[in-house]
């Protein structure tokens, strides 16, 4: 699964470049409608609120932002310090993908909200992949990069308690 969400990611901009539209695109990966809403697609979305609201979450979705957020904070002291290993960024990095997977897979989120998450979702991905090679420097950033994916999802998502990534002593 986690496969074919980065063949997706992967042909977005293509798509919107053919004038598909980015929306329509993840609308199809995630079986909604594509003809319903192609009306009107931006080819570049930004993240933004709804309507000067945050967003609306479901438990899975919740689940798996709460189960990333937690594999960063765990791990957070060993990146502060500069001592993570490769090896616990790579886990880092499996971890995550696994929750995207997760989410992915058991979306039920309307199209509109889809699209934003998946703005934020993008930055998560690039996090991972960065934590999944063997550059400890481009590892480190790629857990930055996870960390401010993770506080754009709390300040444009309703996710009740949600706090961002914590260092753990």
Not at 19 to 40: F, Q, V, Y
Not at 54 to 62: Q, V
Not at 150 to 169: C, E, I, R, S
Request: charged fraction near 20%; aromatic fraction near 6%; include cysteine.
């Amino acid at each position: 699964m986690f496969a074919q969400w980065k063949i997706i990611i992967a042909i977005l901009p293509t798509a919107a470049l053919l004038g598909m539209g980015a929306n329509a695109a993840l609308a199809e990966e995630h079986n909604h409608d594509a003809h319903a809403h192609h009306a009107a697609q931006s080819a570049q979305p930004q993240l933004s609120l709804n309507n000067g609201s945050k967003w609306e979450t479901d438990n899975n979705l919740r689940l798996g932002m709460t189960r990333i957020r937690d594999a960063l904070s765990a791990d957070l002291p060993a990146i502060h310090s500069g001592k993570a290993t490769t090896e616990q960024y790579q886990a880092l990095a499996r971890k995550t993908n696994d929750q995207i997977a997760f989410m992915v897979k058991n979306c039920k989120l309307d199209q509109k909200t889809d699209v934003m998450l998946h703005l934020v979702l993008t930055d998560i991905m690039a996090g991972a992949d960065a934590m999944a090679g063997k550059d400890i420097n481009e590892a480190r950033k790629g857990a930055e990069k996870i960390a401010g994916a993770l506080d754009n999802y709390g300040t444009y998502f309703a996710h009740p308690g949600w706090h961002g990534v914590k260092a753990t002593h």
